[in-house]
């Protein structure tokens, strides 16, 4: 059972909190990213910018926008008179990505429990509690989005701008993992390890936290990669 309860509007409140309405190009990228990352749009897929802009209610410009940032990041390859296609990720490359996230994210973990405040604790505990509602549920696609939610929250933390944006697109990219069939059981849910790791920044343990981080990210070869 979980631990870290809050009152159900508090949850959600939390976990849903409204942001500052977004610019077309960020409303497009959002839209698109969530596309590639619950494999709307899938690997090898060809992106047409002509329905994407009809699909979304958006013009092409912003459409445009949002391909080349995600051409950036890795999610898409922009393929002279081939065109644009969603890019395939191999057991190789995700291997990769987990091992550039082990080099950066318990960095950021640390530096965000050495300037954790009360309001990241409120938040971190109320991602925390609709995680397990979420886990309740079984919804994996609400899980996927609490875990990056929980993660994002320790990058800004941490106070390094330019290592939580790698970050970010690291996590974004491996994201996708999540609807991959997974490689073997779990030994736990995925929401009790970011309990784990909350628990460990309220105490401000940071030797204990950078190493649940680590022990985080490596569980998810077990979880979704293994070798034939």
């Not at 870290?4 to 959600?12: C, H, M, V």
């Not at 509602?133 to 330019?162: K, P, T, V, W």
């Not at 690291?170 to 970011?194: C, H, I, Q, T, Y």
Request: hydrophobic share 45%; charged share 25%; net charge neutral.
């Amino acid at each position: 059972m979980p631990r870290t309860s809050l009152p159900k509007r508090q949850q959600e409140d939390a976990a849903a909190a409204p942001a500052p309405a977004a610019s077309l190009g960020e409303q497009a990228y959002i839209a698109i990213k969530r596309m590639i990352l619950t494999q709307e749009l899938r690997a090898g897929d060809q992106i047409n910018v002509a329905q994407l802009s009809e699909q979304l209610s958006l013009g092409r410009s912003p459409i445009h926008l949002a391909i080349h940032r995600l051409d950036r990041e890795g999610l898409v390859d922009i393929l002279p008179r081939k065109g644009i296609l969603v890019k395939a990720e191999t057991i190789d490359s995700f291997l990769e990505l987990i091992a550039a996230r082990l080099l950066v994210e318990p960095h950021l973990t640390g530096l965000a429990v050495d300037n954790a405040t009360p309001a990241l604790l409120e938040r971190l505990r109320a991602v925390v509690a609709a995680g397990w509602e979420c886990n309740q549920r079984q919804d994996r696609l609400g899980s996927m989005e609490i875990d990056r939610q929980f993660h994002q929250l320790l990058y800004a933390a941490a106070g390094n701008d330019i290592l939580a944006e790698f970050a970010g697109s690291l996590l974004d990219r491996s994201m996708r993992l999540w609807f991959r069939p997974p490689a073997g059981k779990a030994d736990k849910p995925n929401v009790a390890e970011l309990e784990d790791l909350y628990s460990m920044v309220e105490r401000g343990d940071k030797k204990a936290a950078v190493r649940r981080m680590e022990q985080h990210i490596g569980s998810v070869r077990g979880k979704f990669l293994s070798r034939e």
